[in-house]
């Protein structure tokens, strides 16, 4: 999985995707029917299915963005005060280095104990060594974003942990599904890279109106139930590919989730039912566009997400490519109930 190890290395806060951007373009360019980027830098392929009654228009999206934080306010000492670009833990990144989109390296501090700072990122500060405002401005300006640091390792039991596997894992698995979809499928289907998502899903929602899918799927990361975040609920590392059953910021469709349980059932898929009662995907923004988008969700559970150092496994990911390509190839009829 060195691609994966690539793009979870690769710098690109929210707003700022270029970086994965290139190297999805790079890898799937030979495979698609048409490929494009949109005015927000949402990245749009197609793969054309067979002439088929039922053929279907499937909007698959994994957002390219990861969490990190923007420069609010350069102190006289030095200590850059910084906003939080998507949601982060004040506890996870406490004392750990962060890089700026130009290379510069800081270190995170906190102004105060850091457990009175719960998620206060405005407490948080980023020391880069210099001691004035001057200097510091010689290096980082007010506006500028920067990002986690966590490398890749090989962990037992095939697990494997790095920063940004939310959710470069997503664009991962698509980018394997594209290069085993030879188009003899009875659906069109689009593979739509978003940006965006951290802050709000707000590529998705671009990128929904205009292809204007039947049916829509999030692939995305899911939490296992750690601290810190939600230590209460199902989901674990390692127990097959998450089908989304409960996600706050939508609702999933009965028929497609039906669909989804029978497709793994069918083709000896390891799954797990996915439920989680906090955060959302870019289903949210697939399912409000249009007149309604019917939609559905694909995850990987994830051990320790928004942080440096979240766990995966590659079981699950080897199984979330298989149903990705085998459930967009099946026939759906959507009749009234």
């Given amino acids: 999985m060195e691609l994966l190890k690539e793009l979870t290395q690769a710098w ?5 995707e270029k970086n994965i951007r290139a190297i999805i373009r790079r890898e799937i360019e030979a495979y698609v029917d048409e490929m494009y980027t949109d005015a927000l830098g949402n990245l749009i392929a197609m793969k054309r299915g067979t002439d088929s009654p039922l053929k279907k228009k499937i909007m698959l999206a994994a957002h390219m963005d990861e969490i990190g934080f923007q420069v609010k306010k350069i102190e006289g000492d030095g200590r850059i005060k910084v906003m939080k670009d998507g949601f982060i833990f004040t ?7 962060v890089i700026f989109q130009n290379g510069v390296i800081g270190v995170v501090g906190c102004e105060g104990p850091v457990e009175e700072a719960k998620n206060d990122c ?3 500060y980023i020391d880069i060594g210099c001691t004035s405002r001057e200097e510091a401005e010689k290096y980082v300006k007010v506006g500028d974003y920067c990002g986690f640091i966590g490398h890749y390792y090989e962990l037992q039991n095939e697990r494997i942990t790095s920063k940004s596997f939310d959710n470069r894992v997503g664009c991962y698995i698509l980018i394997e599904a594209i290069k085993q979809n030879k188009g003899e499928g009875p659906n069109d289907v689009y593979y739509a890279f978003t940006v965006q998502e951290e802050v709000g899903c707000r590529g998705a929602i671009t990128a929904a109106a205009q292809i204007q899918p039947d049916m829509g799927i999030s692939v995305d990361v899911t939490p296992d139930h750690a601290a810190p975040g939600d230590s209460s609920g199902s989901n674990a590392v390692g127990n ?3 089908v989304t059953i ?3 910021s939508a609702i999933l469709d009965e028929y497609l989730v039906d669909e989804m349980l029978a497709c793994c059932e069918e083709n000896e898929i390891k799954y ?3 439920v989680f009662d906090r955060g959302g ?4 923004s697939m399912n409000m566009s249009g007149s309604g988008v019917r939609v559905a969700g694909i995850s990987i559970v994830d051990r320790f997400p928004h942080s440096q150092s979240s766990i995966i496994s ?3 990911v080897r199984n979330a490519i298989r149903l990705v390509d085998l459930y967009t190839k099946r026939t759906f009829d959507f009749k009234e109930d």
């Fill in 246 to 248: 409960g996600n706050p």
């Fill in 91 to 97: 506890s996870a990144i406490y004392n750990d280095k």
């Fill in 240 to 242: 097959g590919v998450g």
């Fill in 281 to 284: 995907t870019d289903a949210s």
């Fill in 272 to 274: 797990q039912r996915d």
């Fill in 122 to 124: 405005g407490r948080l």
């Fill in 314 to 316: 590659k079981e699950d």
């Fill in 12 to 16: 690109g806060v929210s707003g700022r």
